[in-house]
């Protein structure tokens, strides 16, 4: 049985999203209804209906504060004073810690019932990888830590790989969990850009991050 979550008036809405990001992402959303999340809340559905237009509305409100949440998290490590492979590490940790919440259901259900909804956050992904991992990688290479080849190409290759990897499509026929995936591909992707210096610092750091 769902918890059940007496939400005061002055939070009504914060409540409800954040009751409904761990409900969407851990159930999928398509076969929730409003009726179930007031049942569960104990609240009206006039209640919700007062923020949301629609489950659809809550869907997006849920996506867009998790992207907002990820970009900030992002933020701070770009502008902080660490070296390049200490902020790789961060952002490692700030990505497998967003993909190990998502359920197989929720991936599926944005991609079936919402695609626009998807494509929004695919398209964020995508370019906030790319700039996140374009100011890491210059560092890098300044620092001497990231092999001198073509910055563009290298960010492909990793946005890319990391897209394809952890998707709803390839991971229903393989044996990994999301997370698994994420973490199997990051290590072979960096082992692959790593100096010899990269690649000793980044052997001594890692093991600990997975754990």
Known sequence: MAKKEKIGKSTDREKIIEYCTAKFLREGFYL?????IASELRISKKTIYKFFSSKDELVKEVALKMMKEVNNKIETIINSEDDSLTKIIMLFEVMSGVVVKFSEKWLKDLQIHTPGLWKQIDDFRTKRAFTALGSIMRQGQLEGIIIEKPIELIIHIFVNTIRSVVHPDFLYHQKFSYKEA????FEILFNGILTS????????IFPKVIR
């Open 32 to 36: 929730v209804t409003v009726d179930q």
């Open 182 to 185: 994420f973490i199997h591909s």
């Open 197 to 204: 210096r990269g690649k000793k610092i980044f052997d001594k």
